[in-house]
Each structure stands twice: as C-alpha cells, then as structure tokens.
Nanobody
Framework: QVQLVESGGGSVQAGGSLRLSCATSTYTSRRGCMGWFRQAPGKEREGIAT????????YYADSVKGRFTISQDNAKNTLYLQMASLKPEDTAMYYC???????????????????WGQGTQVTVSS
C-alpha cells in the first residue's frame, strides 16, 4: 500500500520559513512524478511544486516561484518543500502526492495525482 506521510507544518510569522517533509515508500519515490499541493478554505487545491524522481526537473506555480524549493532525497525516500519568505496567503493545508505518469508533472493538476498524504497545516500570520 502506498503511503505518504507529511510533517513539518506549523504556525509562522510572515517572512519566516518552514520545511515540509513527506516520508514515502520506496515504490512511491520511484514513481513518475511527486509534488506538493495546497488547499485553503473555500479554494481549489493548487499544485505548487512538482519534481521528477529521476533527473530532478522541477515545476512551480507562479505564486511560489523563487520562494519555495522542492527536493527529494532518494536514499531517505523523502520529499521536501523548503518554504521561505512566507506570506499570509500561503496559509493552507499542504499535501504530498504522487502519480505514476511523468507526463503529468509539468501541469501540476491535482486530478492527475493518484496517491495522497493526509496533509499538514501551515499558518502564516501577518
């Protein structure tokens, strides 16, 4: 069974930093694409960063480009999201996800990702 377990969320003031982690099974970490999504109350789930497990190509939403960095440690089967210069509008539940099809990586659409973690809350205060 595929497992994705997020950690690292919390409350931070605007301008601060957080690093999210997503522990995965070996199988998951070798899938076509992995990514981070977020969903704020009343809003659709947004794909903010994705990465090919092999090769390391990354894709970012404009809303986080230059502030967030996605990375993967294959030896530890862990996906990371380093978040800097956080803003109140970054407040959301953050989810780790995986899909078997690398073709879906660039588009970052939540409907294309089949495996999901339970999420970790990030709250940014002004």
């Amino acid at each position: 069974q595929v497992q994705l377990v997020e950690s690292g969320g919390g409350s931070v003031q605007a301008g601060g930093s957080l690093r999210l982690s997503c522990a995965t099974s070996t199988y998951t970490s070798r899938r076509g694409c992995m990514g981070w999504f977020r969903q704020a109350p009343g809003k659709e789930r947004e794909g903010i960063a994705t990465i090919y497990p092999y090769g390391g190509s990354t894709y970012y939403a404009d809303s986080v480009k230059g502030r967030f960095t996605i990375s993967q440690d294959n030896a530890k089967n862990t996906l990371y999201l380093q978040m800097a210069s956080l803003k109140p509008e970054d407040t959301a539940m953050y989810y780790c996800a995986a899909t078997g099809n690398a073709y879906f990586c660039a588009a970052r659409r939540s409907a294309d990702f089949t495996d999901w973690g339970q999420g970790t809350q990030v709250t940014v205060s002004s």
